[in-house]
């Protein structure tokens, strides 16, 4: 992310760490300048067994004499590909119950003849989603265990996802 200072500022601000029910963000640097664009980096960790869901994390500037509340939303998912070059993992096994989230990281519209989009379909036509464009995503729940190879209409990509008894 990249901060600008605007306005009657401090001209800097230390940034607190942001943590809520097995989310954590820290920042990097965590001591930045505001009188110049400052770039920082949030390192968002998720311990084991913290449950799918969306996180709303509030992080601290302190500054100046003065604190600045940031909120963040931070969305856990159990298994997680990305789309785009390829499916990345491109095979991936998970235990009967488990839900699957693609979300498309690139190629915005008009990088591909077909507007840049993007979507799953499952070769044994179980489901199919819908167009994905940049940082959309859509997810599946496997109810029953299998091999379940997917394509994209849109590119020549393929994948398997492998569902095991849990």
Not at 32 to 37: N, R, T
Not at 125 to 153: E, I, K, V
Request: hydrophobic residues 40%; without cysteine.
């Amino acid at each position: 992310m990249t901060i600008t200072g605007l306005g009657n500022l401090p001209s800097s601000v230390d940034l607190q760490p942001a943590m809520s029910s097995g989310v954590a963000v820290i920042f990097s640097p965590s001591n930045i300048s505001l009188l110049s664009q400052a770039s920082v980096q949030a390192l968002i960790s998720v311990k084991n067994g913290t449950k799918p869901g969306n996180y709303n994390l509030q992080a601290v500037a302190d500054g100046g004499g003065g604190s600045f509340n940031l909120s963040l939303s931070i969305q856990v998912v159990q298994y997680l590909v990305a789309i785009e070059p390829i499916f990345a993992p491109g095979n991936l096994t998970v235990t009967v119950g488990s839900t699957v989230t693609w979300i498309r990281l690139n190629a915005g519209l008009g990088e591909h003849e077909n507007n840049g989009s993007q979507n799953i379909v499952f070769n044994n036509h179980m489901a199919s989603s819908p167009q994905l464009l940049q940082w959309q995503s859509w997810s599946y729940a496997f109810t029953q265990a299998g091999s379940f190879p997917y394509t994209s209409t849109y590119q020549n990509e393929s994948a398997v996802v492998t569902v095991i008894p849990s």
